[in-house]
């Protein structure tokens, strides 16, 4: 069992041990057996989900990722630990993507919901949001959805280094007002980089802080 002192460190050796895909769930039916903590990456389409999962466990070709919104279609399991297995991480489709065909979109929309709504071990789900775009309204249907499922989400600003540092300050200022506003959002906002790696260490330490609880 892992214990909770230096976190950080511990979080570093987690995530730079074994992790292995596990399975693509295209519906519910299709979940792994509930037995560990799960971690969700939600987050509109090309976000950067896929790359963040790739950058948080430092491994290249892990999950899929790519310039073509639409990417990653359904539940992606990644398993982190190995004997023992100590949670597992969640690649999801993106919503908020207009431009797929209808029926697509919807099924995403109902596997993303339920998965989220309903999931038992889901300790707790990241939001992504663009740091070059802030807060939309699908983000905040999706904040308003987890509130009212209480599932506790952190949201962690995506692509910082496109920002400059006095804009990522001003964004990170208005997502954290409005942040205060949800019930079940954390209090700390995290920006990250996946080109650059800023924040990966601080989003490992807060993902095993949400396993541990
Ligand atoms: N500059 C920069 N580009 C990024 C970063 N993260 C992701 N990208 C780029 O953004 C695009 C989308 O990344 P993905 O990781 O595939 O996004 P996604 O959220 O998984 O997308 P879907 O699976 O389609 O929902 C890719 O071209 C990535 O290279 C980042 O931190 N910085
Ligand atoms: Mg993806």
């Known amino acids: ?14 995530f730079s ?19 560990v903590p799960e971690i969700a990456f939600a987050g509109r389409s090309n976000v950067g989900k896929s790359s963040l999962i790739n950058a948080v466990t430092n491994r ?17 399991y990644f398993d982190v630990g190995r004997d023992p297995l100590v949670f597992r991480l969640v690649d999801m489709p993106g919503y908020g993507f207009a431009e797929a065909p209808k029926d697509m979109v919807k099924r995403w929309r109902f596997l993303i919901n ?16 663009d740091a070059r775009h802030g807060l939309k309204d ?3 249907d999706v904040m308003k959805m987890l509130d009212d499922a209480a599932v506790s989400y ?12 006095t804009e990522l300050d001003k964004t990170l200022e208005i997502i954290r007002a409005e942040a205060a506003k949800h019930p079940a959002a954390h209090p700390l906002i ?24």
């Not at 074994?18 to 509930?34: G, V």
């Not at 999950?63 to 279609?73: D, F, I, L, V």
């Not at 995290?190 to 609880?213: D, F």
Request: hydrophobic content about 35%.
């Open 190 to 213: 995290l920006p990250t980089s996946s080109e650059t790696g800023a924040g990966l260490p601080e989003l490992r330490t807060a993902i095993l802080e949400a396993v541990l609880q």
């Open 60 to 76: 290249n070709k892990l999950a899929r990722a790519s310039n073509t919104p639409g990417r990653t279609q359904e539940l992606n």
């Open 154 to 165: 952190h949201l962690v600003l995506t692509k910082a280094d496109k920002v400059k540092p």
């Open 17 to 35: 041990g074994p992790i292995d895909f596990l399975k693509s769930a295209p519906q519910l039916q299709h979940l792994p057996d509930p037995t």
């Open 114 to 129: 339920d998965y989220l709504r309903g999931r038992q071990v889901l300790k707790r789900a990241l939001v992504l949001i």
């Open 1 to 14: 069992m892992i214990e909770t002192d230096d976190l950080p460190e511990r979080a570093r050796k987690l």
């Open 138 to 140: 699908v983000d905040r």
